[in-house]
């Protein structure tokens, strides 16, 4: 949540992004913290994400015309 003013992405209100703030991680109101494996695991299917929304948007630059 940027500035963590309880507003969420563009001033949408809470539960509204991607789910990759401090709350969904276990800082939050509710915590739960997680084991360095849990959090690991986390962590890396997060970048497979990531990476996978990378590769759609190049892709769909060079459709349009833009640069990879």
Do not use: H, N, W
Request: glycine share 18%; with cysteine; charged share 35%.
């Amino acid at each position: 949540m940027p500035r963590f003013d309880g507003t969420g992405p563009l001033g949408a209100g809470p539960l509204t992004g991607r789910g990759l703030g401090p709350c969904v991680r276990g800082r939050g109101y509710g915590r739960r913290f997680y084991s360095r494996k849990e959090e690991s695991e986390m962590l890396k299917e997060e970048a497979d994400m990531l990476q996978e929304e990378l590769e759609a948007i190049k892709e769909r630059l060079a459709e349009i015309g833009g640069k990879k």
